[in-house]
C-alpha cells in the first residue's frame, strides 16, 4: 500500500495541466523580459562563430583590445558553438528565444524528477517547484547558466535515485554529466561539491552518531560512490585546456572588483516577487530541518551553503532555491515513489501542453529576425551600429562593458574595448572603465580614451554629456538609445 507521500490525487490529465501551468510563468517572463535584454548571448554567439569556423577553440583574446593577446579560456565553447549553430538555422529566435524556452520546461522536469525521488504529495511537489521557478525566472535568460541548473537537478536526481533503489546503474551517467558540464559552464564545479556531500554522508553521521531519516547507502556503496566521484572530477580535466580550466575558476573567485559594480553579482534587492519567494523557500527549509531536531548532513549542509551563495549574489540564486527545494521534500520516513511508466505520460502530457502555451504566449512577442534584431534596439546601439557600417567609420571604438558584448558581435570587424567578461581585462582596467564612464575626475585623460576614434555611448551616460563639450569628438549621429563620437 502507497504511503500518503506519494498519493497522486487528481488524475494523470490534471497533473498534466497543473505542471504546464507553472512552467509557462518562467517562459513567459523570459521572453517578455529577459532574453532580448541580456548583454551576454551576443559575444558568446560571436565565439561560437569563431570555433565552428576554425574547429578549434581560442586560446588568446581578440575579442576586445583590452584583452588583446591575454589567455583566454573559453570555457563555455560548446555553449557557445551551440548558440551559434542556432543562429544560423533560426536566426536569432533560436539562441534568444528557442534556447532558453526549451531550457525551462527541461529544467522544470529535472526540478520533477528530484522531488519524485524525495517523495511528497502531488500537491506539495506543485508547491515546491512552482515557487522554485517562481524564483528562478530571473536568471532565465540565454546563458550557460542554464545548464548548470538543469545539470545539478539531473545530478541529484540520479543519485538521489541511487540511493533509494540501492543501484548503481544511475551513478554511470555522472562521469558523462560532468564531462558535457565542465565543456559548457564553470559552476560544475557546485556539481562536484553536492555530490562530494553525498560521498560524505555516510562518514559525518556515523561521526556525529546520527541518522537522515532514510536508509543509507550499503557499505559496498559507499566505494562505489567514491570511485564515481573520482571518475567525475577525472571527466572534468577532459577539456581543451586541462588544469587551466580550473585556474580560471580559482581568478573568478577571487577577483573582487566585478562584485561591486555588476548588477547580478551584488546581493538580491528582495523588492521583487521572485525574490521574496527565494527567500520564502530559503526561510521555510530551514524552519523545517529545524522542527525536524535530527541533523541530515546533505540537506543541512546543502542548504547552508547555498543560503550564503544566494544572499551574496543574484546569479547564484538557482544555487539557493535547489538546496531549499532538496530540504524541503528530503523525506522523513521511507516512501514508495511512482514508478517511471506512471510519471512519463503525465510528463509527455505536460511537455506539449508546455509547447502549445509557449506557442500562445511567443504570439504575442515579436519573434521575427527582423522584429526581434528591432525590439534589441531599446536596449543596444541597434541603429547606431547600421550607421557606423553604411559609413565605413574605422576604429580604436572606445565603448563600455555593458554594451561590448553586443558590439562584438554587431561589428566584428571593429574589437571592442571592453565587454563582459570582467576576468579578461581584470579588475583595475574594469574600474577604470566605470570611472571614465561616470565622468569621474581624471576621465579625459585616460589612455584608451584618448586613443578611441570611434565612441558608442548610451545617449544617457555621464561620459557622453560630457564628451558633447570635449573639442577632440564631435557627434556623427544620434538617436534616442547611442550618440556616436568620432574623432576628426
Known amino acids: 500500500m502507497k504511503s500518503s507521500l506519494t498519493s497522486e490525487g487528481p ?45 578549434a577553440v581560442p586560446h588568446t583574446d581578440w575579442l576586445s583590445t583590452a584583452g588583446q593577446g591575454k589567455p583566454w579560456v573559453l570555457y563555455s565553447w560548446i555553449f557557445d558553438a551551440l548558440v551559434a549553430t542556432l543562429y544560423r538555422v533560426f536566426g536569432l529566435f533560436g539562441p534568444i528565444i528557442l534556447y532558453p524556452v526549451v531550457m525551462v520546461v527541461m529544467i522544470s522536469g529535472a526540478l520533477w524528477a528530484v522531488v519524485a525521488e524525495l517523495g511528497l504529495h502531488f500537491w506539495q511537489r506543485t508547491l515546491v517547484i512552482a515557487a522554485s521557478l517562481l524564483a528562478l525566472a530571473p536568471i532565465c535568460s540565454p546563458r550557460p547558466g542554464l545548464f548548470s541548473v538543469l545539470f545539478l537537478a539531473t545530478e541529484l536526481a540520479l543519485v538521489l535515485h541511487s540511493r533509494r533503489t540501492d543501484s548503481v546503474v544511475p551513478l554511470c551517467a555522472l562521469p558523462l554529466l560532468f564531462w558535457v558540464w565542465a565543456n559548457i559552464h564553470v559552476q560544475f564545479v557546485y556539481g562536484l561539491f553536492v555530490l562530494g556531500l553525498f560521498v560524505l554522508e555516510p562518514w559525518m553521521e556515523r561521526w556525529l552518531d546520527r541518522t537522515s531519516g532514510v536508509s543509507e547507502f550499503q557499505a559496498r556503496r559507499v566505494g562505489t560512490l567514491e570511485l564515481v566521484f573520482g571518475f567525475c572530477i577525472t571527466a572534468t580535466l577532459i577539456n581543451p585546456y586541462f588544469l587551466g580550466l580550473y585556474k580560471v575558476i580559482v581568478g573568478l573567485a577571487t577577483q573582487t572588483g566585478q562584485y561591486q559594480y555588476i548588477s547580478e553579482l551584488q546581493p538580491p534587492t528582495f523588492r521583487s516577487l521572485n525574490s521574496i519567494v527565494e527567500l520564502c523557500m530559503i526561510v521555510a527549509a530551514w524552519a523545517l530541518l529545524v522542527l525536524h531536531r535530527k541533523f541530515r548532513w546533505v540537506p543541512v549542509t546543502f542548504l547552508m551553503v547555498g543560503t550564503v551563495f544566494a544572499f551574496r549574489t543574484v546569479r547564484d540564486v ?9 530540504a524541503l521534500a528530503w523525506p522523513t520516513k521511507q516512501f514508495e515513489p511512482h514508478s517511471l511508466h506512471e510519471r512519463w505520460p503525465v510528463l509527455a502530457a505536460a511537455a506539449f501542453l508546455v509547447v502549445t502555451g509557449a506557442v500562445l504566449i511567443g504570439a504575442t512577442h515579436p519573434l521575427g529576425q527582423r522584429e526581434l ?37 554587431a561589428l566584428p570587424e571593429i574589437p571592442v574595448y571592453v565587454d563582459s567578461r570582467t576576468n579578461l581585462p581584470g579588475d583595475e582596467v574594469l574600474e577604470r572603465s566605470i570611472a571614465v564612464w561616470s565622468g569621474a575626475p581624471g576621465w579625459a585623460e585616460d589612455p584608451a580614451l584618448s586613443k578611441a576614434r570611434l565612441i558608442v555611448a548610451n545617449r544617457n551616460n555621464s561620459l557622453a554629456s560630457l ?3 570635449d573639442p577632440r569628438f564631435r557627434v556623427l549621429y544620434e538617436d534616442g538609445t547611442a550618440v556616436v563620437f568620432v574623432k576628426p
Not at 574605422?394 to 561590448?404: E, R, S
Open 318 to 326: 538557482w544555487f539557493g532555491v535547489l538546496a531549499a527545494l532538496v
Open 373 to 409: 534584431w528591432k525590439d534589441t534596439g531599446d536596449e543596444f546601439p541597434v541603429a547606431a551600429v547600421e550607421y557606423i557600417k553604411n559609413k565605413n567609420l574605422p576604429g580604436p571604438l572606445f565603448n563600455d562593458w555593458n554594451w561590448g558584448g553586443f558590439l562584438t558581435w
Open 11 to 55: 488524475a494523470p490529465l490534471l497533473r498534466a495541466f497543473v505542471l504546464a501551468a507553472i512552467t509557462l510563468y518562467p517562459i513567459w517572463f523570459t521572453i517578455h523580459y529577459r532574453a532580448v535584454y541580456d548583454p551576454d548571448i551576443w559575444w558568446h554567439m560571436r565565439a561560437g562563430e569563431w570555433v565552428l569556423q576554425n574547429h
Open 467 to 469: 564628451l558633447r563639450f
